[in-house]
């Protein structure tokens, strides 16, 4: 049996899920990317990572997709924080580039930090795949299509917009709910851009209908596919002390539908995803507690594809 260390101070350091570290190479690499250079309401993302790491402690072993409890015969390794070194905006989203791309070989899970890491991640994952044939599937309340906000053309609500300027084939957005007319215009207009609102999924007459239309679509995706997850995308209640709560999001269940669809898409190579916006609160945990429950169904759903794949 694994024996977890559990006893970590303040939940201040540890290991995912609290496993040991092992010796090898690993299967899943759990990367923290303390990263809060240009949020524009709540703040606090820079702690989300290590308090994500100290509440998976917490979070049970057992996943029903795995014959035996996680790591379920595989490595995972909490790597060192990313070291937040940069004396601009600039240059810290270059470290963040090259701090993802010593992680290439493995499956990366990321934990934020802003959203705004999300082009430097692609900058590494473009180190190993054509961008142009890489569908990003983003869970989030926000569009983040935005082509600059305050002047800053790199701010979180800019991730997508220039993700897309670096090459990446295709957006499929889910859990929309606030956004700019500016970011209605451009998914509308240019086809690189699918998006599925909050209010047509969960609307009580036809979202059914789009739900099920969002799980196919996700089942028909081929090549390379990265997942982000801002948790901003659930409903507040699961994530209050996020930087941007939006009332009127998505369940628990859904997202971990769609996690569990994204790893099972048949021609799809899932290569890594981030689980971002986390702002801890010292006084519920819950915010901190629903990430690290959706970071182990990422890391889960992964080693359930490799399982099917290798048998």
Not at 27 to 42: A, K
Not at 89 to 106: K, P
Not at 137 to 157: F, K, M, Y
Request: overall charge negative.
């Amino acid at each position: 049996m694994i024996q977890r260390v559990v006893d970590v101070t303040e939940f201040e350091e540890g290991t995912f899920l609290g496993l040991p570290e092992s010796d090898g190479a690993a299967d899943v690499s759990i990367l923290s990317v303390p990263y809060e250079l240009t949020t524009s309401y709540g703040q606090g993302t820079c702690e989300g990572p290590k308090a994500t790491i100290g509440a998976s402690a917490q979070v049970e072993l057992y996943d029903p997709l795995l014959p035996e409890d996680l790591p379920c015969g595989f490595t995972i390794h909490t790597a060192q924080p990313w070291d937040g070194e940069g004396d601009s905006l600039d240059a810290q989203l270059s470290g963040i580039t090259d701090y993802v791309s010593q992680f290439s070989s493995t499956f990366p899970v990321i934990l934020g930090g802003e959203h705004g890491m999300l082009p430097a991640i692609m900058t590494a994952i473009g180190r190993r795949v054509d961008l142009n044939d890489l569908t990003i599937v983003q869970i989030d309340a926000h569009a983040d299509l935005r082509d600059e906000l305050d002047g800053d053309p790199n701010s979180h609500a800019c991730a997508a917009r220039r993700s897309l300027d670096l090459g990446v084939g295709k957006i499929l957005q889910i859990g929309i709910r606030a956004f700019a007319r500016e970011e209605a215009t451009f998914a509308d207009q240019d086809s690189r851009v699918d998006s599925w609102l909050a209010r047509d999924v969960l609307n009580p007459c036809g979202g059914e209908a789009t739900w099920l239309n969002w799980l196919n679509r996700l089942s028909e995706i081929e090549g390379p596919v990265w997942l982000t997850l801002d948790v901003d995308g659930l409903d507040s209640a699961y994530v209050p002390s996020t930087g941007t709560p939006v009332p009127g999001g998505l369940a628990y269940w859904q997202v971990v539908e769609t996690i569990e669809t994204v790893a099972s898409a048949p021609n799809a190579q899932w290569i890594g995803a981030d689980v971002c916006e986390i702002v801890p609160d010292s006084s519920n945990h819950v915010t901190e507690f629903t990430a690290a429950m959706l970071a182990t169904k990422i890391v889960a759903s992964h080693f359930a594809r490799r399982l099917e794949d290798e048998a």
